[in-house]
């Protein structure tokens, strides 16, 4: 009786040992990694297919890795304060704007970043568009703007966050208008903020376990500090902020090309289309200067280069090709270029509409991607599960009161129609 008791007991608790161990493999999510060869970006924001859903709704499985928000198109706005667009979703129009400002206050999307982000997903911001008044008249007013943006949206703190008390995990650049100087200082500044200057994506990941090691190490001696080794100071650096840029595919890039050499860049989502070297004329696709630019020329020699790609026929003026096409591109430059990140898409919302575009690509890049790094198998094999449901949107009626505006300029980019 007592030696079945204890039995039953010791099976209960394997059991519930076991089942919580299958549980946390379950729901084990694993985080962004920059270096795998498969990684899948796509940009949301600009209801490229006019159906446009929140946030959250793509990040209900593991098929995106990387989602920048489209746009902040306006650096100096009323107020002093940048203005974002993202279409139906939130814009200075419908939703309510911070005080003398043209700065929408989109804090009812706080929730769906923070649900991207535990699904290991990254979310930055894409500043620029089609239609960006952006652009810096000096190093300084750059430096300045770095800290606007560090304040309003990443790990520094103001009155004004437009997405309440989300953080966001970096910044996106791709200006396609304006003069091209100064965005070295730019992004120098916000990596300076995030205590990341000289750090790579590895290496930051490297000196936290170094730290963490050394403090483990140093906790059982009382003489900790005297004996203690030096360690890269990641005191200000919470997280890895990631800096990426969407330059067009002919080299180099007539906005941004000069900060591409000049500052630390993790990625580049080159698009491959609406242009001459687009994914439609392989005869002149260009992927391999982008990866001798990575190689040789850039500043971080580890920064990634993606194929950027239009998410259906009516995502780009030209250049869209089918997931099979697309995937025979992906698998050839895992074959061939160690600097290749994986794919971008423009937008989530015509890949959705495109019978799940993204999900194709994903998966056959994943396939692929294991055949010629088979380290990255392990990934590919686990899914994750968002038990978290998207709140709807509720507007006060204060909000739907105000007066409504007769037109609503929308942030394009050139990536939808040249
Ligand atoms: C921004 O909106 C949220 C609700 O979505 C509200 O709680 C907050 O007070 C607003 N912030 C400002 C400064 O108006
Ligand atoms: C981490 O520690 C190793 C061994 O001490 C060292 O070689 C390496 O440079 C350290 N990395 C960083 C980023 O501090
Ligand atoms: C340091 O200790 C913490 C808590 O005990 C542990 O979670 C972590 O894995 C340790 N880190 C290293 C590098 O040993």
């Not at 770095?146 to 970096?170: C, E, T, V, Y």
Request: hydrophobic share 40%.
């Amino acid at each position: 009786m007592f030696s079945a008791h204890t039995c039953w007991t010791m099976r209960a608790l394997l059991g519930a040992s076991f089942l919580a161990m299958v549980l946390g493999m379950l729901e084990r999510v694993m985080a962004f990694d920059l270096t795998r060869n498969d990684n899948l970006a796509v940009y949301w924001g600009q209801d490229g297919a006019g159906n446009q859903q929140r946030l959250s709704y793509y990040c209900k499985d593991s098929t995106i890795d990387t989602i920048p928000l489209a746009f902040l198109y306006i650096f100096r706005g009323t107020g002093g304060e940048p203005v974002v667009d993202f279409a139906n979703t939130c814009n200075q129009w419908d939703d309510p704007v911070y005080s003398g400002t043209a700065l929408a206050n989109c804090s009812f999307l706080a929730q769906d970043i923070k649900t991207c982000q535990a699904a290991g997903k990254i979310v930055t911001l894409s500043l620029g568009g089609g239609t960006g008044q952006v652009g810096f008249s000096s190093d300084s007013q750059a430096q300045s703007f770095a800290d606007q943006i560090w304040n309003l949206f990443l790990g520094g703190k103001g009155s004004i966050r437009p997405f309440g008390d989300a953080i966001l995990d970096g910044i996106d650049l791709d200006i396609e208008s304006g003069t091209a100087a100064h965005y070295a200082a730019f992004v120098n500044r916000i990596r300076s903020n995030a205590g990341l200057t000289g750090l790579t994506a590895s290496t930051f990941a490297e000196a936290r376990a170094n730290a963490t090691a050394h403090v483990n190490a140093t906790s059982h001696h009382t003489t900790a500090s005297k004996d203690s080794k030096p360690v890269a100071d990641v005191t200000t650096a919470s997280k890895y902020y990631y800096i990426t840029s969407a330059p067009q595919c002919p080299y180099p890039d007539a906005y941004i090309g000069g900060a591409l050499n000049a500052a630390h860049f993790d990625a580049v989502y080159v698009q491959f289309y609406n242009n001459y070297c687009g994914l439609d004329q392989p005869s002149d696709y260009n992927f391999a200067t982008w990866d001798n630019w990575a190689k040789t020329v850039s500043s971080n020699k580890a920064v990634k280069v993606y194929i950027g790609a239009p998410g259906s026929a009516d995502a780009a003026g030209e250049g869209y090709v089918g997931v099979s096409t697309l995937a025979n591109y992906v698998s050839d430059a895992q074959k061939k270029w160690s600097s290749f990140g994986g794919v971008m898409l423009w937008d989530a919302d015509t890949a959705y509409t495109n019978g799940r575009f993204d999900k194709g690509i994903k998966t056959d890049m994943v396939t692929s991607g294991a055949k010629f790094a088979p380290k990255q198998a392990l990934r590919n094999g686990m899914t994750h599960t968002t038990t978290k449901t998207p709140t709807t949107k509720t507007q006060s009626a204060e909000d739907a009161a105000s007066s409504t505006p007769v037109e609503k300029p929308r942030a394009e980019s050139r990536f939808f129609r040249l």
